[in-house]
């Protein structure tokens, strides 16, 4: 998901799904309050999933409740999902505990669970647009990159973990004595996954594709601000021919069901994506529970490092991405712009213009690159530290306001003179603020961008190979872009160091999130070598 990948993607024309609506051929005012208080395209899609997905079925909760998702566009009602108790989610974990012990999957050839899985990829190819849609309805970020990136990197990632699944075998271990020794390794059990609602597709397939491919059963819950792209595909996965009971999603809230998983006696390992604050929670639940397997994606405030010799040009687009990608709602974005002292002034300058063009605006309308945010809450949270910002004495450049009137939009922001202690600086503000400081060496911009409780990711630029060799070690996190950021390949491992986690999604590191490594031991008579 390299810059110049996505920016090439996203400058294609859109897809016909949305229909034949007169306002996508309508110019798009660039930062203008016009794009975000026009009547909101109505998208062309029908909700069909609401219910709970228990043991191949949807049903409602045992208790009837529901709850609203609402349109981040409006902060209308979308369509109101019913709402787990514990109730349903020990149903869950049964269903999914019977599938793991008694059910066909585990026991399933690899091959023929890899076969489920292509299958799976291809219906999510064929239903690209309608996934896509429901991606930018329920989440506001934008359907070009929904449907041209998103829902194209979910089939290939499972396509990935399904060319994994026939090729994970253990080993045969010489030992000091007639023993044959041998690994096996064996599918954890039931793993309870929980998924945040910045990248509600993606995260879906971070989590569902290791656990399958290694044959493990799965109960899911979605984010409740986001519960619909993982319901509507989950059903294309039993269309694949997934037996009951093997994934299982629960809708619902962290107090109750996010924390229920956490705790529950009868799931196996734990995987979340999210806060913190949050997945502190999770590994206590987890270990004051049955000591369940724990791996946590968590928060980020990466650094983004830019050397006098680096392109500039090339540097600030690159930083102006790092930064707004997603409405700035991503967990690696690169929110701690460091600039070397002697092109400082040539960054801010050029970052405030650019920032300035970026097109906000009802995110099913074509050309749009910003969407609302995803609700009131983080919209308030956002311009409650853009406020802080002020008032600490950081230099505000531009945006830093609302835009328009209606939903949850916020004008591009850009923070010069910003200082190391400043709350815009420490905190994941996880929205369109761009934050950029002043460096002079090489030494001091290291121990600088080490000085965070986080370490997801980090991006350099320069053009000594020198410079990108001492950085690439000297940084304490999990994923280091040169000359890049966000390139998310299905086969690039991800997590962080420190309190953004452990644990690592994706590529071949991700599996053994969800297996354990047997020993076996036999003892060899008359062996005619050892």
Known sequence: MATRRITSLLS?????????????????SRFSSSAATEEPITPNVEIKHTKLLINGQFVDSASGKTFPTLDPRTGEVIANVSEASVEDLDRAVAAARKAFDEGP????TAYERSKILYRFADLIEKHNDEIATLETWDNGKPFEQAAQIEVPMVARLFRYYAGWADKIHGLTVPADGAYHVQTLHEPIGVCGQIIPWNFPLLMYAWKIGPALATGNTVVMKPAELTPLSALYVSNLLHEAGLPPGVVNIISGFGATVGAGLASHMDVDKVAFTGSTATGQTIL???AKS????????????SPFIVFDDADIDEAVNTAHFALFFNQGQCCCAGSRTFVHERVYDEFVEKSRELAKKRIVGDPFKQGV????????????????????GVEDGANLETGGERLGSKGYYIKPTVFSDVKDDMLIAKDEIFGPVQ??????DINEVIQRANNSRYGLAAGVFTKNIDTANTMMRALRVGSVWINCFDVFDATIPFGGYKMSGHGREKGIY???NYLQVKAVVTPLKNPAWL
């Not at 690159?369 to 802080?388: R, T």
């Not at 934050?435 to 002079?440: H, N, P, R």
């Open 12 to 28: 294609r024309s859109l897809r016909s799904s949305i229909g034949n609506n007169s306002r996508w051929e309508r110019s798009i």
């Open 105 to 108: 999957w585990p026991k399933m």
């Open 284 to 286: 206590e639940l987890s």
């Open 290 to 301: 049955n000591l369940k397997q724990a791996t946590l994606e968590l928060g980020g405030k």
């Open 369 to 388: 690159e910003q969407g609302p945010q995803i609700d009131v809450k983080q919209f308030k949270k956002i311009l409650k530290y853009i406020k802080s």
């Open 435 to 440: 934050s950029i400081l002043k460096f002079k």
């Open 510 to 512: 991700s599996l053994s």
